[in-house]
Nanobody, 122 residues
Framework: QEQLVESGGGLVQAGGSLRLSCAAS????????MGWFRQAPGKEREFVAA????????SYADSVKGRFTISRDNAKNTVYLQMNSLKPEDTAVYYC???????????????WGQGTQVTVSS
């Protein structure tokens, strides 16, 4: 059964850092593009970052460029999101997602995790 499980969320002060992890079942991980989305209260879910299956190409939302880094460890079937210089506006539920390629990932991911809460206090 395909599954994505996020971890690493929590409460942090502005300027702090968190690292999110997403563990995936092998069948959907090794050749899939992976990404992170977030949804703040009262707002639509938005794209945060994506990485190709090879790990060689990444993309980011303008709002997180230079602060967030997406990476993956194919041996561990895990994708990470390192978040630095966090701001209160980064507060949201963060979701891991997977799709056959980054184009599909950006519009309609095939698989979703259950989400992990990130709260940044001012």
């Amino acid at each position: 059964q395909e599954q994505l499980v996020e971890s690493g969320g929590g409460l942090v002060q502005a300027g702090g850092s968190l690292r999110l992890s997403c563990a995936a079942s092998g069948r959907i991980f090794s050749s899939y593009a992976m990404g992170w989305f977030r949804q703040a209260p009262g707002k639509e879910r938005e794209f945060v970052a994506a990485i190709r299956w090879s790990g060689g190409t990444t993309s980011y939302a303008d709002s997180v460029k230079g602060r967030f880094t997406i990476s993956r460890d194919n041996a561990k079937n895990t994708v990470y999101l390192q978040m630095n210089s966090l701001k209160p506006e980064d507060t949201a539920v963060y979701y891991c997602a997977a799709a056959r390629n980054t184009i599909v990932l950006s519009t309609a991911p095939t698989y979703w995790g259950q989400g992990t809460q990130v709260t940044v206090s001012s």
